[in-house]
Every structure is written in C-alpha cells, then in structure tokens.
C-alpha cells in the first residue's frame, strides 16, 4: 500500500510538472512583465471618476495592450535572431515571473481605492468602498483572457496564411503577407459586421426613443413656441428632444419675479424655435422652415438672436439658454435644427456630415435674413453649441462670407479634442498660460473660461467680436489626445486644473486608454465637472459675450445662488 500511495504522490508530481511546463511554454515572460506594469498604471487615477465596470475593463484592455506589446517585443527579438535563452530557462524564468506579477498585481490593486478617491473627494463624491480592487481583479481578468483569446485567434489565422503562402513565396513574403491577410480579415469582421450590427442596432433604438411622446412634457399654447397650434411644424415632428427644449424655460411671470429687484424696463416671453428630422424632408428644407418659423414669431425683433446647434441626439442644454433669457429678461429668440437623434461620438462615425451641413444650412438662411435688416434695426446675433453641437457650430459660419459683416459672437462648451479652431487657438497660446485655459494673443476676440472663471484678463478690451470657449480641465471629451499613446498631454503639466487629481500620472499607452475610457464617463460626471456644465458657468460666459446692461456684482451672484438652489432641489426629488 505504502508503495501504491508512492507512485501515485510521484506521477501526480509529475502530471503536475508536466502541466505547469507546459502552460509556462504557453506564456511570454516580456508579455506578462509588460502587461503587469500596464494594469498597475490603470489603476492610477485620470480626468474623472470610473465605475466599477468601466475601471474592470480599462484595466483588462491595458493588460492585454501590454500583453501584446511584450509579445511582439519577444517575437521581434527572436526574428533579429538575437540570443535567447534555453527552454528548460526559458520556464523557470517565465514561472517565476508569473508569481511576481501576481503580487504587484494585488498590491497594486490594495491602491486603486485611494486612487480613485483622490479625484472622487475632489469632486465631491462618496469614496469607493474596499470590496472595489477585487470585483475590478475580477473584471479584468476575464476582459484579458477574452482579448488574449482573440489576440491567439489572429495568430492562428496568421500562421495558416503564412504556411499556404509558404508553398508559393519566399518564407519572409509569406509572413508579412500572412500579417495583412489576418489584419484584412480581423478588420473586415470588426468595421464591416461587427460595427454595423451596433450602429443599427443603436440607429433603430434612439429613433423610437427620439419618436417616444412623453406624457408630462405639454403641448406649448404660447404662439412664440414651435410646435404650437399656430406653427408651422406639428408637435410630433419635432422629436423628444425638441419637445423637451421647447416646451421648457423661464415664462414672463417667473422671470418678472426674479428681476423685479433690477427694475427692468420690459420682460419678455422667450422665443424658442426648433425644427426636428422629422419636420421636412432635406437638411436644406428644415433650415429653410426653421427661417418661416422665425418670422412667423417676428424673432427678428428681438435684441439677442441665438443659432443653437444640438448635441448629436438633439438635446440643447436647459442651463445655458435659461441663463441667457434671464440675463435678457426674456429678450431673446432661439433657433436650433436636429441633425440625428444618435448619442454624439455614434453620430460622429455614422453621420458626421449631417451635423456640419446642417449648422451651415441653418446658419446661411438665419444670416442671410439677418443681413437684410438695418444695422439699428436687427438683434444681437449669437452662436451656441455644446460638445459635437460646438464643433458643427464652429464649421457653420466661413470668416470670408461674415468678415464684412460678423455676427456678434459665441459660446461654445466644452469643444471637442477634433475641433480645429479650438485647437490652433490653444497651440498658439500665450507661452505663459495653461492649455487648460490659456490665453490668445490680446484677448479682444477669443477668450477661455472654466469653474473660475477666467475671463477678466488685465488690460484685455473686447472688440465688436467676442467668442468664449467654456471648458473644464476634467472634460476628457475636450482634452482626449491621441498624442498621449507616446507623450505626455501639454494639459498634464504644472499648474494643473483646480479639477484634476495631482495623483495623475502619464504612462506610454495606459493614458490613452485611460482618456478613452473618460470619454465614456465625461457625461456622468458631477454637475461642474467633466462634460456636465453648471449653469453659474454659463452665467459668467454669456456675461462676457453679449455684455447685458444692469447686471452688478450682487445680482450676478443672486442669479448663480438661484440656479444652484434649484438644482439642488431637482436633485432631491
């Protein structure tokens, strides 16, 4: 029996051994090294706080990243035909390496807690709880396997093209033919199947969204909103976002309320115009129908006229045309035209050019009416547009077609990284000021601002064109930068934003992935971080751009204490 018990302990030994060689042989010592390092950098904290699922597969796609790159590494190596060790060597290196990994992995996760909460306290939020490095271990892991699963997958297909091409081309044609072959068939799967299910699927779930009445959102009876009996475009047309727009803001009584301290001279109804997808057949038609419905409620009449350009799903940011009417006591005229009901960065891939076209339809029948009128006898006019909505917004208007006669100015928040104006203005910046609010030339014609505002630069007069970018140094949708695969972010350097964690750190690669995960969470953040902007922001910025007459100091304050209050109480229900 003794003897039994003997043999069975040595051949289990050594299956045991046997299958740890040849999993190690499975393994790549470069691979795991820098695939450790890149999951303990995604763990370290970026622009904006991740949720459990979001930090779980930032950090399985940064370990598998780092994975491949070791891989790689270790094939390039034995291609050049540089010394490698032996494979006895070779398996007790990579099985040493495996345990080392595993513990910097977990002490590296017992920090990712505090990581988190250094940005989470900044912005005012409740810390993560010590349970989180384990669900994200947990994520992660089995985000990598399924990476490295397809990374084997493209592998295999590589190794078969080559060895078919093998028969009929020299040996180091075949590979790199075979490396296109698997590249082309990967590629063709992801972009031509893969892709295109999400996008339809998506297109087909937003356009019923978009279609959906909501019972608690009113017809409006006032004939200065679209969408009323007396308009010309039907309710049902104007698609969920335009309903919300219009049917919402300040009516006369309560901003009568507000002002009455000020003594204004009139308050008005706010017009709001706007024209969904659904309303007319063509991007030039519903421009052309939005201009009908502008005259219709003699929008031309009034001091300030704003061309608003959506976010990709349609949506207008309340706070920053409620500011804009308070600050007017109503004086004011919007006018906006839904280009896709599509969340923004879907649109951008599906239908990037209807968002341009549109904004430049839109803006070509407004100014063209606009310029028609006297110069003592037109508003004020202004552009508007938020994420995606400030990037068509800045395409909408050529400076050689309005150079003889410009519009006033513009708001735009929160501009896309892709936006070109925004970035040669922030790459000719003063040498002395931040990129995450930097400073142009005299500053008479662009201005930045942020959660400090900003915009009171010394000495600085502003000239008949005035245009404010609004900005967070935490919104990763302004500051993503493709650039950060191999460098640091301009952003990054000392001084940083008042809203970015000092715990943030660059790393080749992990940093990008990072931002790319921010993007996902920029509108999630808390109200005045991120890509969510708070009304008392805007109060400032439109303050600087259409420069309202009898605003002082403390009413200026009493308006912001206002909004504040009121989004704490929409915050409790």
Known sequence: MISLLRDFTSATRDRTTDWSMRFAATLSTPGLLLGTLFFAASLTPSLLPRTLGMQGVLSGVSLAAGYGLGVFGRWLWGYLELPLPTARRQRTVTLSAAGICLATALLFLRQAAEWQNSIRVLMELDPVDTAHPIRVGIIAAVVAILLLGVGRLFGLLFRISAHWLSD????????????????????????????????????????????????????????????????????????????????SGPRPTELREFLDPLDPEEVMEPIRVYVGLNSAESIQERARLALEELERVDAFSRSVLVVATPTGTGWIDPDAINTLEYLHGGDVATVAVQYSYLPSWLSLMAEAEYGDETARALFREVYGRWTDLPEDARPELYLYGLSLGALNSDLAADLYDIIADPFHGALWAGPPFRSTTWRQVTDGREPDSPAWLPRFRDGSVIRFANQDNGLDIHEAEWGPLRIVYLQYASDPITFFDQSALYRQPEWMEEPRGPDVSPELRWYPVVTMLQLAVDIAAGDTAPVGYGHVYAAEHYIDAWLAVTDPPGWPPEEVARLKEWFQERRAELETE
């Open 168 to 247: 009929h081309l020299p040996r180091k044609v075949a590979n790199v033919l075979g490396v296109f072959s698997a590249v082309a068939v990967f590629w063709l799967v992801i972009n031509g199947v893969l892709l295109d299910f999400v996008i339809r699927t998506t297109d087909a779930s937003f356009r019923q969204v978009d279609a959906l009445m909501e019972p608690d959102v009113e017809e409006p009876a006032s004939p200065l909103r679209t969408g009323s009996a007396e308009s010309l475009v039907a309710w049902a047309d104007l698609g969920r976002r335009g309903r919300e727009f219009v049917a």
